[in-house]
């Protein structure tokens, strides 16, 4: 289950340092440079509940990782409709726009 409170959305609230508001839609790409960076996603971890993503998946990232592929020309697509509002204050929503999976 996806987003920072575990329930299926990408909203925020208190304790999410991380901003995970940008529903993203993963890519091989992604994937890859994630792992690069540091944030190795692709690997199961039962201990954390967390299954591992494969490409086709959604998932909530922070949005200043979103910022940060975007920059290095390797953002994933995201569904915008899904994405929440306080993401604007890490992207402006011309680049959200043009990374919409829609």
């Known amino acids: 289950m996806t987003g920072f409170f575990r329930d299926g959305y990408c909203h925020t609230g208190p304790g999410d340092s991380g901003v995970h508001t940008v529903c ?3 890519t091989k790409e992604f994937l890859k440079y994630s792992f690069e960076q540091g944030n190795d996603l692709s ?5 954390m509940q967390f299954p591992g993503l494969k490409p086709g998946d959604r998932w909530c990232l922070c949005a200043s990782r ?7 020309g390797m953002a994933p697509k995201i569904r915008l409709e899904s994405t929440h ?4 204050e890490f992207a ?7 990374c919409a999976a829609e």
């Open 24 to 26: 993203a839609v993963m």
């Open 43 to 47: 690997t199961p971890r039962p201990d």
């Open 66 to 72: 979103w910022k940060e592929a975007f920059d290095a």
């Open 85 to 88: 509002a306080s993401t604007l």
């Open 92 to 98: 402006n929503i011309e680049d959200l726009k043009a």
